[in-house]
């Protein structure tokens, strides 16, 4: 019997790359207008404050506080920042037009629903962003990284979310892209649909795909 299901978020429930070439647009003029530094600078700043962000040993206000900072830019021009950061959400599309059909029939067929994502927002911020691609009220709960102070394939990030809707791994199924996080959901005994990237377990090219394998995997037809 499978009780819960799980959605990588970035390139498996929305695409992002619209999000990120706008936020880079816009940091590059930021960094232009407002400090000398190197244009290659923010990259390899960024770097190392993100990934203390992902694992939660940062909040992400900090990290914009400290990027501006050692970029010699004005402390209180961290409220541009910050908006044109959110403005970058309204560029993530999801991935197919029909996807929130698929998503909310698992729902009504009772499935618990989560997102398990990697990120440097909270997961409330997260929510913002599934809201504007047309996806708010789906999920049952979302799970980032930043919150967990772990990240994928980590087993502590998809355990948090088991332990959430008390599932166990042959209850869980874990829908992804990349291999690495297919393999750490694979180690816990946890089933696996890969979805537009690295093929491993059941692979789906579509949401309804991705129903089918679900629903057979209810039945016990393993495929």
Known sequence: ??????????????????????????LAE???????????????????????????????LQAHKEFISRLGIRPELIEEYEAFDRESFNYAKLMEDDEEKYLRDLKIRNYKLAVLSDGVNPADTKAQILEIVGLGGIFDKIFVSSDIGHKKPDSETYRAVMDAFKADSS????????????????????HTISYNGDRLGHEADSFSRINEIIYSLDNGNRQ
Do not use: C, R
């Open 1 to 26: 019997m499978i009780k819960l299901v799980i959605f990588d978020a970035e390139h498996v429930l929305y695409n992002a790359e619209g999000q990120i070439k706008y936020f880079n647009i816009k």
């Open 30 to 60: 930021f960094v232009k207008n407002n400090s000398n530094t190197d244009p290659q600078a923010p990259g390899a700043i960024w770097k190392t404050l993100g990934n203390a962000v992902l694992v939660g040993k940062m909040s992400i």
């Open 171 to 190: 209850e869980t199924v874990f829908v992804g892209h990349d291999l690495d996080e297919l393999e750490g959901a694979i180690a816990l005994g946890i």
